[in-house]
């Protein structure tokens, strides 16, 4: 950090030490850029999704068949940024299938990993490469209907604690549209 005096990286908004790719519960929330409204409107306490919106709902249910150690939960798409719950479980024999070929086809290439080497977390299953895909198929596809969409770079994640937390931020994903017009978050 020192080489760059604080002026062109900023410090990780990630809890230091914490294994992203652990089972457990994340509330994930990722925006627009500039927080535009590419995916919809919010009317009389329903949203609305235009094509963008459709598409970024297809991709998020999607992740379950990218990810198989993943199940979702509560998530809504608003007009500039979604919610979701992903559920992480590597206890699967479907997880540990996954695993073994990913391994296998990863001895098998000369995958490098950048200045990172296999510190890289996109060779691993985590939250980091979860929402990359998923941000990266969205814009892939939505750039076709819409060559000016783009996302925040970031993504805000929450590692969930507690049962009562779940629930509490499950309740909270399921009435954003009914509170858009007061906080629209």
């Known amino acids: 950090m020192a080489k760059f005096k604080k002026k ?4 990780s908004m990630r809890l230091q030490g914490y294994d992203y790719g652990s089972n457990g519960a994340y509330f994930i929330t990722i925006c627009s850029s500039q927080r535009e409204h590419f995916f919809g409107k919010v009317s009389q306490g329903e ?3 235009s094509d963008l919106g459709k598409c ?8 379950p068949k990218q990810f198989p150690f993943v199940k979702l939960g509560q998530f809504v798409i608003m007009p500039d940024h979604m919610h979701g719950i992903l559920i992480i479980n590597k206890d699967t024999v ?6 073994t070929v990913v391994a ?9 990993g950048g200045f990172a080497g296999d510190k890289n977390p996109m060779f691993h299953d985590n939250i980091s490469r979860i929402i990359r895909w998923y941000k990266g198929r969205c814009t892939f596809e939505m750039r076709k209907i819409n060559k000016g969409f ?3 770079s970031l993504y805000h994640d ?5 049962a009562q937390s779940f629930r509490r931020i499950s309740d909270y994903i399921y ?3 009914k509170k858009w017009g007061q906080s629209k978050s």
């Open 8 to 11: 062109h990286r900023s410090e």
């Open 47 to 49: 949203m609305h999704c």
């Open 56 to 63: 970024a709902e297809q991709y998020w249910l999607e992740i």
């Open 94 to 99: 479907v997880a540990t299938v996954v695993a």
């Open 104 to 112: 296998t086809v990863a001895a098998t290439e000369d995958t490098g």
């Open 150 to 152: 783009t996302w925040q």
């Open 158 to 162: 929450h590692i969930i604690r507690t």
């Open 175 to 177: 009435r954003n549209p």
